[in-house]
C-alpha cells in the first residue's frame, strides 16, 4: 500500500489508531460521498415527482395494446435487476478491500470512497428500471387498468430508505477504517 498502515509513526494516538493523513481528508471525503448519495437520491425523487405529475395531470381511459405486452416483461427484469443490483454492490464494494485493490490506491478514503460509489451505482439501476415501469406505465394509460404495475416504484422507496439508513458520515468511514483496512 502506498499510504502509511495502522502501526506507524503518524497515529492519533493509541485509542483511535488512525492516521493523520485519514483525519485530514475524512471531512471532504465525507462530504462527497453525501453529494453523490444526495444527487442520486435527488434523481429518481424527481423521476418520481415527474411521474405522480403525469399520472395526475393526464390519466388516460385507453391502453395501447403496444405496451401491454412489455410491462410484464420489464417489471419482471426490473425485479431481477433490483435484487442483483443489491447483490452486486455489496459483492464489488467488498471487493475493493481486497490487498491486492487497496495496494493501488492513493490513500485508505481513496478505496472507502470507490467501495461507497461502486455499492450505490448498482443499487440505483433497479430503482430507475422499476421507475421507467411506473412511467410507461402512466404515459401509456394502463395504470387505469393495471395499477398494480406501479409497485415496480418500491425499488426506489427501498433505494430511499437504504440510502438514508447508510448515509454517510465520518463515524462511518472511521468504522470501515477500522474494520476493512486495519482489520486486514
Partial sequence: MCWPS?????????????????VAALPATVQVLRTVTGAMCMGLF???GMIALLYFQHP?????????????????VHAIVAILGYAVGWFISEQQFKPEIM?????????????????????????LIGLVACLICTTSGIVAHHPLY?????SAVVFWGAAANDFPSAERCRGIYRTKIQGR
Avoid: C, Y
Avoid at 478505496?111 to 455499492?119: A, G, P
Fill in 60 to 76: 388516460r381511459k385507453e391502453a395501447p395494446f403496444d405496451f401491454v405486452g412489455i410491462l410484464p416483461v420489464l417489471s419482471v
Fill in 46 to 48: 424527481m423521476l418520481a
Fill in 103 to 127: 495496494a493501488k490506491a492513493k490513500s485508505p478514503l481513496e478505496v472507502i470512497q470507490t467501495s461507497h460509489i461502486l455499492k450505490w451505482a448498482s443499487r440505483e439501476g433497479g430503482a
Fill in 6 to 22: 495502522a502501526g506507524s509513526s503518524v497515529t492519533l494516538g493509541s485509542a483511535t489508531g488512525i492516521d493523520r493523513n485519514f
Fill in 150 to 154: 406501479l409497485l415496480n416504484g418500491v
